[in-house]
C-alpha cells in the first residue's frame, strides 16, 4: 500500500500526520508531505484510518497488488489490439 493526497482537495487539517508521522509529515504551510515509501504491514491499519478519517477524503492509499492486475491487463489488451491488427493486415 501506499499513500497519496489530492492536493486539491486537502485542506491542511494535519489529522493524517498525526496518525501516521511514520509516512506523513507537515510541510511549512500545514500541508502533508507523504513520503513515497510503501507502507509496512505493521502500519497499514493505521494508513487506512488516516484514510477513512481524512476530513476531505484527500487522502489516498493505492493497492499495489491491484496496481499491478490492471497493468497487466493493459498489456494484454495492447497484445491482442497488435495481434488483430496485424490479421487485418
Ligand atoms: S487529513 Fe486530509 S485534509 Fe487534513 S492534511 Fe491530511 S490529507 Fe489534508
Known amino acids: 500500500m501506499r499513500l497519496r493526497v489530492n492536493p486539491i482537495a486537502c485542506t491542511g487539517h494535519g489529522q493524517c500526520a498525526e496518525l501516521l508521522p511514520e509516512r506523513v509529515t507537515m510541510d511549512e504551510w500545514g500541508y502533508p508531505l507523504i513520503s513515497a515509501e510503501p507502507v509496512p504491514a505493521g502500519l497499514e491499519g493505521l494508513a487506512r484510518r488516516a484514510v477513512a478519517d481524512c476530513p476531505k477524503l484527500a487522502l489516498l492509499a493505492d493497492s499495489e497488488e491491484k496496481g499491478s492486475e490492471e497493468?497487466?491487463?493493459?498489456?494484454?489488451?495492447?497484445?491482442e489490439t497488435q495481434r488483430s491488427r496485424r490479421a487485418g493486415h
Not at 497493468?71 to 497484445?79: A, D, P, V
Open 71 to 79: 497493468k497487466g491487463s493493459e498489456e494484454k489488451g495492447s497484445e
